[in-house]
């Protein structure tokens, strides 16, 4: 047969295999297949060992505690306000403290400021960022209702001003624009005579001047809309509206992440460097532009109110972190509560009449302020003061970042806290002397911790122990897919997920961008019992942890 087929021997083997039967009424060479295979099995399954995994211990996910709203260290009509509308409207006290303080800076913070030291001339405006830290429906909305009367009763009060003014201004501008066209119609009368008098030439041409330059005048005292806030405005919008308001401007949003999102953007960076640079108030900050020319606007002071989620908050302090953002953004946000999620009652029942129309009144005083006021600590109180400072220091250094950072911005906080509680406790007004108490400096240190206790929540969403471990195993499931019937990286015979060091590589996730990292999550995510050790380069997933 080999001859007569001129086959090879292998060739004539194998052909005598696929004709040839064995006992079982299979091919020769079927037999030997299935055998092969099953020997192959056997001997994988001898290899394999055990998958065995640590006892399982999941991650700790609580928050970072926070301190309570310090009411001792309040004025009484502040005090009495928050609990009253906390209770009418159902949300945290936190947020309708943040949200008077942010709304009070809007109105005063561009005519006063403290000076930090006696000596040194270290002044610091009280201009901040405000946040409110919370899921959706805790409340963030309802504080922000609450405190929004004598802002808008405020706006009510200075459109109808402006609209007034205006229309003074128009009346006065056609008047002398009357007056200018007939001088210059007289100068061209006079011209065109065949013996023209130069004297009555002259006059009108006198008269002209003098009513241009009346007019020249007029227009620079133009009127100005006074305005307290803004919510969605363009950068050229906004560089407009500062050019008009020296006093400052706030940004207030419902949600600040939409706000977030556009100035992480590299085409709207001029606009965050506007932001950065208006924190601190009262530089000069030339703005030009090719329609408009040079907009200058003589004295630079931005904040920013809003609340925002924590899970989209956590994409903004992890380009922090990475280096990606981190400009002192978030650390301007020096204001900001992250309260406890608690079931809350509404209770219906009517606002005080006289808690209410003492805020509108404090908020009335504070417009009325005179521009370029300084305040001063006395004696004790900035003895205090600079004691703190230097253990704040010394705290800030053994903290590391990002609370280092926080705690730098702070010393220009609590001093300003400090002229928040001045201010509210007499009523908006400015006393003879003009000085901070050690009662209020003391009040404001308290203050400033509980805000401290509530940004430290805030970092601890991303600064956190292990944090490629606790990246990893946050993706596991997103990496092993929801089905082992759509999914390759589940093995059958075990009923266990796996992957594999490749399948993270490729994904390129943050915090496991490096190898280092990568190794180190494995290696505790094994320790904690989340994964098993590598078997044939892979790691299989507990059970437990995708229960979990």
Not at 106 to 118: D, E, M, N, Q, R
Not at 414 to 440: F, M, P, R
Not at 477 to 488: D, M, N, Q, R
Request: charged content about 25%.
């Amino acid at each position: 047969m080999r001859l007569l087929k001129s086959l090879s021997f292998a060739e004539a083997i194998k052909f005598a295999s696929q004709q040839a039967l064995s006992p079982d009424g299979r091919t020769v060479d079927e037999y030997n297949k299935n055998l092969g295979s099953k020997n192959k099995s056997a001997k994988s399954s001898l290899l394999l060992p055990p998958v065995l995994f640590k006892t399982y211990q999941p991650f700790n996910n609580e928050l970072v505690p926070v301190d309570n709203a310090p009411y001792d260290a309040l004025p009484n009509l502040l005090t009495d306000f928050i609990k009253e509308q906390s209770l009418i409207r159902g949300c945290p006290d936190d947020y309708i403290l943040v949200s008077l303080l942010a709304r009070m800076g809007c109105v005063f913070s561009g005519k006063v400021k403290v000076a930090l030291t006696s000596k040194t001339g270290w002044h610091a405006s009280p201009n901040f960022f405000w946040a409110m830290i919370g899921d959706p429906s805790s409340g963030k909305s309802n504080a922000l209702s609450a405190t929004n009367k004598p802002i808008q009763l405020l706006s009510e009060n200075a459109r109808e001003k402006y609209k007034k003014e205006m229309k003074q201004y128009l009346q006065s501008i056609a008047l002398i624009e009357c007056k200018i066209n007939a001088a210059k119609k007289g100068m061209e009368n006079e011209g065109k005579k065949a013996k023209a008098d130069a004297s009555t030439i002259t006059k009108f041409e006198d008269s002209f001047k003098a009513h241009m330059q009346e007019l020249a005048e007029l227009e620079e005292r133009k009127p100005k809309l006074k305005r307290y806030t803004v919510t969605k405005v363009t950068v050229e919008k906004l560089i407009l509206i500062l050019e008009e308001n020296p006093e400052g401007i706030m940004l207030e949003v419902d949600e600040l992440s939409s706000s977030f999102v556009r100035l992480s953007k590299d085409d709207n960076a001029d606009e965050r460097g506007l932001y950065l640079s208006g924190f601190n108030g009262g530089i000069q900050y030339p703005y030009d532009t090719v329609k408009r020319g040079t907009v200058f606007i003589s004295s630079l002071l931005l904040s920013i109110f809003g609340g925002i989620q924590p899970s989209k908050l956590k994409r903004f302090l992890n380009e922090a972190r990475t280096g990606y953002q981190d400009d002192g953004m978030l650390q301007r946000f020096q204001g900001i509560v992250y309260p406890d999620r608690n079931i809350r009652r509404l209770e219906d029942r009517t606002a005080s009449v006289l808690l209410v129309n003492g805020i509108v009144e404090l908020f009335c005083n504070l417009d009325c302020l005179p521009l370029d006021t300084v305040l001063h600590l006395d004696e004790s109180a900035q003895q205090i003061f600079d004691e703190w400072r230097n253990e704040t220091a010394e705290e800030a250094q053994l903290l590391g970042h990002p609370h280092e950072a926080h705690l730098i911005k702070s010393y220009e906080f609590v001093a300003s806290l400090a002229v928040y509680l001045y201010l509210a406790e007499n009523n908006g007004k400015l006393t003879q002397e003009k000085q901070i108490s050690s009662k209020q400096i003391l009040s404001a240190i308290k203050i400033g911790g509980y805000f401290f206790s509530h940004a430290k929540r805030m970092y601890g969403l991303v600064y956190k122990d292990n944090l490629p471990a606790r990246s990893l195993s946050e993706k596991l499931a997103k990496l092993v897919g929801a089905s082992p019937i759509k999914t390759e990286h589940y093995d059958s015979k075990l009923r266990l997920y796996f992957f594999t060091r490749s399948q993270i590589r490729s994904k390129d996730w943050a915090d496991l961008t490096t190898r280092e990292e990568r190794r180190e999550a494995i290696k505790i995510l094994i320790r904690l019992g989340h994964i098993s050790k590598g078997i044939n380069n892979r790691y299989y997933i507990n059970p437990l942890h995708l229960n979990e």
